[in-house]
């Protein structure tokens, strides 16, 4: 598992956690940052993506949990598919 965090004065506004999936994909788990900060959630996620995963051929970035603004922030980086997610439910006789 691998981190990276962004300082400014001193006060940590961004951070990013992630690791390798397999040799094509590397998987960001976890991205915070303050919102109030502009471009702080762009520049962990480009410094983050270019020091550890340049070497690979995609970015996994996880799903959007059902927030509309994750789900329209993560859209605008303009990925290549979106795998499609199903729920399940027992059905009890």
Not at 27 to 47: R, S, T
Not at 50 to 77: C, I, M, P, Q, T
Request: charged share 25%; glycine share 8%.
């Amino acid at each position: 598992m691998q981190g990276g965090l962004i300082r400014a004065n001193g006060r940590v506004i961004a951070f990013s956690i992630g690791d390798p999936l397999n040799e094509d994909v590397y998987l960001v788990q976890f991205e915070k940052a303050y919102p109030d900060i502009p471009g702080a959630y762009q520049v962990i996620n480009q410094q983050f993506a270019e020091h550890y995963a340049a070497g690979y051929k995609f970015v996994n970035r996880e799903d959007d949990a059902g927030d509309e603004g994750l789900r329209k922030a993560k859209l605008s980086y303009d990925p290549i598919y979106l795998v499609a997610k199903y729920s399940a439910r027992q059905i009890t006789p």
